[in-house]
């Protein structure tokens, strides 16, 4: 008989919280890897929503490390006051807009798909979860993972707004650090699942896991080195080789 621990967490990064999932989390419930039970895009609409939105999510995050002007280099040498370059997980706008520099990641197409497309989920009654992990030193292999992205579509900031009074008084400020306290708890069991699953990841091209825990279901999928553009900064690396793991979360909306 399976034991239900209800959880109330949220996700950060940088130490600003990003995201919040209510999770009810049964005591037993391994990883899967779905690879060969994954759809194609071609099949996307007669899937269900959480397969809609897994796959479509890591499709618009596919596309943002396959674009190369987010690094433009020779750009920046020539006009000091063009955005960029962005590298690595700071390509990733957080769905929240309050930062500069996810502001300025929204003049490029790749981006702002990224982000209208994860919240407009919201309107359809589902938060959306993506944080990204790399290994530690460099590889990703089983051993080490480190948070480099952390977001979703329930940041605590956007709750902030959400409240008819913004008085930061002892009342708001105490519920701010729930929300504070939840997130890291739920953050450090993201980081978990994207160590469980980047063995998996590393061992197989097309790797897919995926972990149901209730309400909210998660899935990793990897960034991979398959541009050889790439190159001049992972020299290191061959192509094919996993350069991250990210993590997607989807459940319904609790109504209000």
Not at 83 to 101: D, K
Not at 138 to 144: H, I, L, Y
Request: glycine share 6%.
């Amino acid at each position: 008989m399976k034991i239900a621990q209800n959880l109330s967490l949220l996700i950060v990064a940088s130490g600003v919280a990003v995201a919040a999932i209510r999770l009810s989390v049964p005591s037993h419930s391994p990883a899967k890897d779905t690879s060969r039970s994954s759809i194609a895009k071609s099949d996307v609409k007669t899937a269900s929503i959480e397969e809609q939105i897994f796959v479509t999510v890591d499709d618009k995050v596919q596309t943002l490390f396959a674009d190369m002007s987010l690094i433009n280099r020779d750009a920046k040498r020539s006009n000091p006051k063009s955005v960029g370059p962005f590298f690595g997980m700071s390509r990733i706008p957080q769905v929240s807009t309050h930062s500069m520099i996810s502001q300025q990641l929204m003049k490029f197409e790749s981006a702002k798909d990224f982000h209208d497309t994860v919240r407009a989920y919201v309107r359809e009654g589902y938060e959306v979860g993506v944080f990204g992990y790399t290994g530690y030193p460099n590889k990703v292999d089983g051993t080490e993972m480190r948070l480099r992205y952390s977001d979703g579509t329930m940041s605590p900031l956007q709750r902030w707004e959400e409240l008819e009074k913004k008085d930061w008084n002892e009342v708001t400020q105490k519920q701010y650090q729930q929300w504070q306290d939840q997130f890291e708890k739920l953050e450090a069991q993201a980081k978990d699942f994207a160590h469980e699953a980047s063995a998996t990841i590393a061992g197989r091209h097309d790797a897919i896991v995926t972990k149901d825990l209730g309400p909210v279901m998660l899935r990793a999928k990897a960034i991979r080195l398959d541009n050889k553009e790439c190159m001049s900064c992972h020299g290191d690396m061959k192509l094919g080789d996993p350069l991250a793991v990210m993590v997607y979360a989807v459940q319904r909306r609790e109504r209000a």
